[in-house]
């Protein structure tokens, strides 16, 4: 049964049959129809450009202002691009710089100045004066700078002029010779020998080369090392490392006696010289002398006195270059100073 409509005319809105459906407005929407208006239309009517998109408060880029002429978008920020991401490990060098000074990087090796404090050169804080005044030099260049890193183990530092070895593994040691030992590290013949004194460190795997030899009735300061250059260039006698001897021989030696040695005697073996000659002391029909030469053949100092006619009764030992034998006592070993290897290393050239 059907709900009159109300006097007004107007048809209640309860009743659902009296609104009109899409199909009985040929599809047309609510507003054409005489119904609500729609978002879209709404906005339009209220000059509103950005309900068109549905989007209320916010502005339609593409609409035009007040004066007709259409807005500019608004700049947009760059986007950085991700980085590409490569695992190949570049070049050594690839980026290497023209003007970077030569030496190690400073990543690498040891800072000079504890290199020097551990040499026993000086403390840090001296080693870094010494490097400010351009006393110390690495690998034939003169450093100023602080904080340089270099290899301990192939670098060569001089002070001075002189070399600091800064290799932990080397050794350089003085051995008091007594008399009646061979100088072999072993003997067949079961005699004592130098291999004897030194048998704990051989033991410990250091391997030691003795400088040269003194026969068995010689006695005094015999050099032990394991740098095996350093034993060669000081028993070759291109370099000419000097030896000193304290000589005592049979006999009140003539004024003329020193200056023949000095200018030269002719030997089996080639003539032979002393560099130095002094007469030290003459009692009870024998002599002290003192005499220096660079030569290293085999008994040569006895060979030379036996050539002037006053045979050697004893044969010490008591320098070799930088090194010098002192009150050590017979049959000991001491571990060289750095001024003394430095000596030695300068004199052969390393």
């Not at 001089?158 to 051995?175: I, Y």
């Not at 005699?191 to 391997?207: F, K, L, M, W």
């Amino acid at each position: 049964m059907k709900k009159p409509a109300r006097r007004d005319g107007t048809p209640d809105r309860n009743n659902k049959k009296q609104r009109p459906t899409r199909s009985e407005t040929g599809g047309r929407t609510r507003s054409e129809a005489g119904g609500r208006p729609d978002r879209a239309e709404a906005g339009h009517r209220s000059g509103r450009p950005d309900a068109v998109k549905g989007k209320p408060g916010r502005p339609d880029p593409a609409a035009k202002n007040k004066r007709g002429k259409p807005k500019s978008a608004k700049p947009q920020r760059a986007q950085a691009q991700a980085p590409k991401i490569s695992n190949a490990k570049p070049a050594r060098h690839q980026y290497a710089d023209a003007d970077r000074p030569v030496g190690p990087p400073q990543g690498d090796g040891m800072r000079l100045q504890k290199v020097l404090a551990q040499a026993g050169v000086a403390s840090r804080r001296a080693a870094e004066e010494l490097i400010s005044q351009g006393r110390v030099e690495v690998d034939g260049r003169i450093v100023i700078e602080q904080g340089l890193r270099i290899d301990p183990e192939n670098a060569v530092v001089r002070v001075d002029g002189v070399r600091v070895v800064v290799q932990k593994d080397l050794v350089h040691l003085a051995l008091n010779k007594p008399r009646g030992w061979q100088s072999t590290m072993s003997d067949d013949l079961g005699r004592p020998c130098v291999g004897d004194i030194v048998s704990e460190r051989v033991a410990a795997g250091q391997r030691l080369f003795h400088v040269g030899r003194l026969d068995a009735d010689t006695e005094g300061l015999l050099l032990l090392t394991n740098d095996g250059d350093l034993a060669h260039r000081l028993m070759h006698p291109s370099f000419e490392v000097s030896k000193t001897y304290l000589a005592t021989v049979s006999g009140a030696l003539e004024r003329g006696v020193g200056k023949k040695l000095k200018e030269g005697v002719e030997l089996e073996d080639g003539p032979a010289k002393v560099d130095t000659f002094t007469l030290l002391d003459i009692n009870e029909g024998k002599s002290l002398v003192r005499v220096t030469l660079h030569e290293g053949r085999k008994h040569i100092v006895r060979r030379l006195f036996d050539a002037v006619g006053h045979p050697v009764i004893r044969l010490v030992r008591t320098d070799i270059g930088a090194v010098a034998l002192g009150d050590q006592r017979p049959g000991t070993l001491r571990v060289l100073g750095r001024g003394e290897v430095g000596g030695l290393y300068g004199a052969v050239g390393l």
